[in-house]
């Protein structure tokens, strides 16, 4: 399946030059197809110009949303997404004083498998096209207002440069000034630390905020969770965020999630930092938001201060991210997959 959100703006307008018809028919078309609009909504379209689009057999609306949960606790809403074919994503809009952030999904399911998370369970699907993950922020601004969304993780479900040629797209798409419009610096990638494309990305002109989702110090505690670090090494990914550093001049993330006697140790601590130590990132802490398919639990409350305090006292850059979602099956994957085995008992 391909989509109209699938385009850039220059395929677009090239298209539609080829028709014969004037510029601003591009820019009309192409806001419309930003607005996630159906093509018989295209109201100052002509007809001859929808009818090129479908008959190259490009649909109008990659998703929908088919479910919402509320968190009573912070305001989060979690939704499920419906795609053409069947499959199911999801994505996470999270309210703050500067304004909303969409999580947004890469891939339906993953094959990173990492073991504290959900979207691996059923290994990778497929990838997503780039007009399915800019087709997730279309529906929320539908949902909640145009312009609702104004910034942008893809931290959901799915690792983004495992499907580097879709993301890559989508990050053309969703910074396009006739289009969403959402600032570079509005825009985050999370990656479990595939070095080759990390450094492609930058090279390659992108520079969204880079997030390395670490989650260990050493090679061989990286290795019981996260079985990445068996082709990529915690200093190979480290080298890695500093050469997009380097590039981009673009403080790097690194996202570390606490799990309860596996990384919280002083030890783990002191190694973390030696590891970052002269490099201008900043770390992330995670209380681990535990799923019940894995059998691993999150460090206490207690744990993760002192954990927070030990970095600090090693001169680290860091913060606790506030926990989201907790009540709503916030983690990724866990709405999906509650959803898929519903299905399945029924």
Known sequence: MKFLQDLTYEETADMISNMGMPKYRADQFFRWISRGAAYEEMSNIPRCLKDAFISQGYLDRPIRIIRKLHSKLDGTIKFLYALQDGNVIEGVLMKYKYGNTLCVSTQVGCRMNCAFCASGLDGLVRNLTAGEILGQIIAVNADGGEGCVGNVVLMGSGEPLDNYENTVRFLTNVSDPHGLNISKRGVSLSTCGLCDKIRRLCDDGFTPTLTISLHAPTDDIRRKIMPIANRYGVNEVIEAAKYYFNVTKRRVIIEYSLIDGINDSDECARELATLVKGFPCHVNLIALNS?????????????????????????????????????????CGQLRRKFLKAGEEQ
Not at 315 to 330: A, C, E, P, Q, Y
């Open 291 to 331: 799923v019940k398919e894995r059998a691993l639990n999150g460090t206490a409350p207690r744990g993760v201060n002192n954990f927070k305090k030990r970095l600090e006292d090693l001169k680290v850059s860091v913060t606790l991210r506030r926990s989201m979602g907790s009540d709503i099956d916030g983690a």
